[in-house]
Structure formats: structure tokens, C-alpha cells
T-cell receptor, first 112, second 110 residues
Framework: DAGVTQSPTHLIKTRGQHVTLRCSPISGHKSVSWYQQVLGQGPQFIFQ???????GRGNFPDRFSARQFPNYSSELNVNALLLGDSALYLC???????????FGSGTRLTVV | EDQVTQSPEALRLQEGESSSLNCSYTVSGLRGLFWYRQDPGKGPEFLFT???AGEEKEKERLKATLTKKESFLHITAPKPEDSATYLC???????????FGSGTQLTVLP
């Protein structure tokens, strides 16, 4: 079975630009969460979606937004990129809300 | 606010030298404590979930235990391939997300 897939794997953007990151959950998983991990720290929660509805939001500015599609895949959008947005962005899926999170390999975003 | 503290930040072991990693937590109603392994540039790989104090789980050279305030990840006779960052995370009753510690970077020397 395919695990959680994220695209692209690496991305370089310029300050002020917009970026869209994509995530396909494990087949049958209905919950998708997004995390940001900066070097040397643990992942920090950004969003959770379950059954296409936002169920949780972390302490991130409104420049960050996300959505979940009918097939349960998800997009994370970040507007007006800052240098501090450079990080590994991780997607995690679970069968039901709040249980058994499986992470993808992440998207490495570099803002220059 | 949920808090997770991991110690030590870094640990260097000789192959075969057993040790333990610590994860201290403060949560309002623990729903689960998770251990993950993370290799450089990769996403976290699930190891264990513990739900209640006294619970223990084992997988190969790893054993995780849980008390009301902390969890330990015991590594018995480690091998160089066990080198990675080990992350601890909690899921609380009031939150909809995992709260992670900063991790312990383990290096096992041959």
C-alpha cells in the first residue's frame, strides 16, 4: 500500500511569493494534518482536516491556509512568504480523527 | 497548554551500550503518547503509541514505557542503524493535534 505522499519534495521560493504544497493520504484515511518542522525542533501543528472540514488550527498567521478535497487529499497554501517560513512541511494522515498518525516524507521549502 | 520535554538533546553510544531516552509531559487528559523515529530529511516514522500509565510496548531493540508524568524509550544493545532523532509527542483530550518535544538525536558508534 502507498503511504502518505507529498509533493513536491523540494521547493525554492522568493520572499513575497506564494506556495502550494500537496498531500495524498493513505487510502481510506479521512483525516489529514499539516505540521511545520524547522531544523533542530519537533514538528509544530498547523491544521487538521477531517471529512473535508477544518477541525483544528495551530498558532500560525492567516497567511497559512489549507483545504481538503472530496478524495481526502489536501493542499497547504502559504502567501507572502517570509524567510522564516523555510522549513520541512509534513503531512500526516489517520483513519479517524486523533488516532494513528502516519507521516509523509515532507516538502522541504526554502525561502530566499 | 500541553508541554513535552525530551532529554538528553543528544546521546552518543557505543554499539551494544544500552541506554534510555526520557520524555516528560504536561497535558490536560492524556489520550495517547507517541514515539517516532526520524532520519535526516525524512518524515517521522511511527514506533509506538502508549495510552495509560504502566503500559509497555516493545519492538526489536526498543521498549517504551509510560508513567503519569513521563515516558522512557529504552534501547538495548543498539546498532549503528539505530542512529536517528527520536521524537516524543502527546495527544491530549482538549487538543486536536500532536504536541512534540524537540527530540533526542541518537548516534551509535560502531
Amino acid at each position: 500500500d502507498a503511504g502518505v505522499t507529498q509533493s513536491p519534495t523540494h521547493l525554492i521560493k522568493t520572499r513575497g511569493q506564494h506556495v502550494t504544497l500537496r498531500c495524498s493520504p493513505i487510502s481510506g484515511h479521512k483525516s489529514v494534518s499539516w505540521y511545520q518542522q524547522v531544523l533542530g525542533q519537533g514538528p509544530q501543528f498547523i491544521f487538521q482536516y477531517y471529512e473535508k472540514e477544518e477541525r483544528g488550527r495551530g498558532n500560525f498567521p492567516d497567511r497559512f491556509s489549507a483545504r481538503q478535497f472530496p478524495n481526502y487529499s489536501s493542499e497547504l497554501n502559504v502567501n507572502a512568504l517570509l524567510l522564516g517560513d523555510s522549513a520541512l512541511y509534513l503531512c500526516a494522515s489517520s483513519l479517524v480523527q486523533d488516532y494513528g498518525y502516519t507521516f509523509g516524507s515532507g516538502t522541504r521549502l526554502t525561502v530566499v | 497548554e500541553d508541554q513535552v520535554t525530551q532529554s538528553p538533546e543528544a546521546l552518543r553510544l557505543q554499539e551494544g551500550e544500552s541506554s534510555s531516552l526520557n520524555c516528560s509531559y504536561t497535558v490536560s487528559g492524556l489520550r495517547g503518547l507517541f514515539w517516532y523515529r526520524q532520519d535526516p530529511g525524512k518524515g517521522p516514522e511511527f514506533l509506538f503509541t502508549l495510552y495509560s500509565a504502566g503500559e509497555e510496548k516493545e519492538k526489536e531493540r526498543l521498549k517504551a514505557t509510560l508513567t503519569k508524568k513521563e515516558s522512557f524509550l529504552h534501547i538495548t544493545a543498539p546498532k549503528p542503524e539505530d542512529s536517528a532523532t527520536y521524537l516524543c509527542a502527546v495527544l491530549s483530550g482538549s487538543a486536536r493535534q500532536l504536541t512534540f518535544g524537540s527530540g533526542t538525536q541518537l548516534t551509535v558508534l560502531p
